[in-house]
């Protein structure tokens, strides 16, 4: 008789839940069940090397409702056994996912990913621990401070630093506006945000930010109860950064106006041209007019951990709060990424102490409880794929990695200008190219613009690579992010054909044959 029969014997003499019967336990993860969870596994590692080996190109080039039909065939509410579950997703997912690791796929900020962190994500996932009070995560709390501490000491923010691990770059420039809030209300109002609210001028609190900075600041003024509306925008020089005295003018101008302003935003690596705004310059200009300057290095953070470029990201120290992605520039998995404040002590506008949780009493006691810093209360212990990368990997790995993009960029800038149909929009600072194709006789304009969205577009439809595309003064472009390593320069000549192919496709949409033209061309055009 096992343990099971046992209890179940125990328990029939109490009235019994209807439905307890139906569970498995089989299905629980428990020390009794470790063979059920190795061979669980197995399968799962199997059905993946299947599909990354099988993965020739980065995307099927399904259509959303060709993928829609096939997920009308399935019944929630039916079960099936754990092969079947895997064939059946094998169709609707894997055959058909984006793979970032492939060397064609150049579209978004997504980087391939470090095997220590996919086991460390095994790791973090099967204890399920959350990392938002000690007496859930112990030890898992200690490598989440630990590796906050070496961040803020590799940006240089010094001893009174502190951070908190985010669910993105998103998250964590709002807590930068939520904290950089708070600091203006009380400074100018006497008034916490945190306890009473919005002051009453709040409409007058105004954020800057240069042209090319990221829609989470405009997403995090509206969270914040602000608006768009409280987001300056400020122009950039020709190299995409932000120009400094342009802020300077915006400044004053919002002085003269009677608004007050709040925060500079600072972008260490634009989303579309990789650039760095001037930090120490800006940090200069915010020390004048006291403002709170945060530095948004979603992407730039790779220069952190650069043997070669560290210096490009100088005055980043001096930033009240910084924003880092090692889920962009670290070869982390989705998501790993953190929120760092050079003032501890601001932290405390996202605090609460909740007496079943993380009660004032522990905080004098010296535990170190998380969640007295995150916006989030049960929180992915994420940092530990970051942990094993560093451990197994180092740093200099991870830098390496990042000069390679850079230097990948250059290359590939040489090559698109090489192209005489290929018009590029700027030198490479980072590791993104902006560019779009416009043969010889063809002019600006909506021709034009149309024929550079039907080629990302076809290039999707075909799935050999996956591009980006991006506006610029009203004019569509196409792009490349780099972020891959061991893409080579004869990858990107293959992504390079591939554009010419289907750009004189385009404007020679009439001959096709049907095939060709429904496939790839005609939906673009009328897109
Ligand atoms: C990607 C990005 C973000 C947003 O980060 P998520 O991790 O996608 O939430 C913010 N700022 C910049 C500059 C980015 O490139």
Not at 81 to 94: D, F, M, T
Not at 217 to 237: E, F, N, S, T, W
Not at 390 to 410: E, T
Request: hydrophobic letters at 45%.
């Amino acid at each position: 008789m096992n343990n099971e029969t046992v209890m179940l014997q125990t328990v029939k003499c109490c009235p019994e839940p209807s439905a307890s019967h139906l569970l498995n336990p089989d299905f629980i993860f428990n020390e009794r069940n470790l063979g059920h969870y190795q061979a669980s596994l197995l399968q799962g590692i199997a059905l993946i090397q299947k599909s990354v080996a099988a993965a020739n190109k980065p995307f099927s080039g399904i259509l959303p409702h060709e993928l829609a039909a096939q997920f009308r065939a399935v019944d929630l509410r039916q079960t099936c056994g754990l092969a079947e579950a895997l064939a059946e997703l094998e169709q609707l997912y894997l055959n058909h996912a984006v793979y970032f690791h492939h060397p064609q796929y150049v579209a978004h900020l997504n980087c391939p990913i470090a095997i220590p962190a996919i086991l460390a994500e095994l790791l973090l996932v099967s204890v399920n621990s959350s990392v938002d009070t000690w007496d859930q995560s112990a030890g898992g709390t200690l490598i989440e401070q630990k590796l906050l501490d070496w961040t803020t000491e590799i940006i240089g923010l010094g001893g009174q630093a502190d951070g908190i691990f985010t669910s993105g770059g998103t998250q964590s420039n709002l807590m930068a506006m939520l904290l950089a809030r708070d600091s203006c209300c009380a400074k100018n109002a006497g008034y916490s945000t945190k306890t009473h609210g919005l002051p009453v001028d709040f409409g007058k609190l105004r954020i800057f930010t240069s042209q090319a900075s990221h829609f989470s600041i405009q997403k995090a003024a509206a969270i914040l109860g602000l608006g768009y509306d409280a987001v300056v925008p400020v122009a950039c020089d020709r190299y995409f950064k932000m120009d400094v005295a342009a802020l300077a003018h915006e400044l004053d101008r919002a002085l003269a106006n009677g608004l007050i302003p709040m925060a500079v935003v600072a972008t260490a690596g634009t989303t579309d041209f990789g650039s760095i705004d001037p930090l120490p310059e800006l940090a200069q200009l915010c020390q004048v007019y006291g403002l709170w300057l945060h530095v948004d290095a979603a992407y730039g953070c790779g220069l952190l951990v650069s043997p070669k470029f560290r210096h490009w990201l100088a005055g980043i120290e001096c930033a009240d709060s910084v924003t880092v992605d090692y889920h962009k520039a670290f070869l982390q998995p989705v998501s790993c990424s953190a929120f760092l404040v050079k003032d501890k002590r601001h932290l405390a506008v996202v605090t609460h102490h909740a007496d079943y949780l993380n009660p004032l009493s522990q905080a004098n006691d010296g535990v170190p409880n998380l969640v007295n810093k995150s916006i989030q209360t049960t929180k992915r212990f994420d940092a530990l794929k970051l942990w094993l990368t560093l451990r197994v990997m180092g740093a200099a790995q991870l830098g390496a990695a990042f000069d390679a993009c850079i230097h990948l960029a250059k290359q590939a800038y040489l090559l698109l200008l090489s192209e005489p149909s290929i018009e590029t929009l700027h030198h490479p600072q980072l590791s993104t190219l902006v560019f779009r194709y416009r043969p010889a006789r063809q002019a600006d304009g909506a021709e034009l613009d149309k024929a550079n969205a039907a080629i990302r577009k076809a290039l999707f439809r075909s799935g050999e690579a996956v591009i980006a595309g991006t506006k610029v003064h009203g004019q569509q472009y196409l792009k490349f992010t780099l972020l891959n390593p061991l893409t080579t320069i004869q990858d990107l000549q293959a992504v390079l054909k591939l554009i010419l192919f289907y750009g004189r496709q385009y404007g020679h949409a009439d001959d096709l044959p049907n095939a060709v033209n429904d496939d790839f061309v005609k939906e673009a055009c009328d897109a």
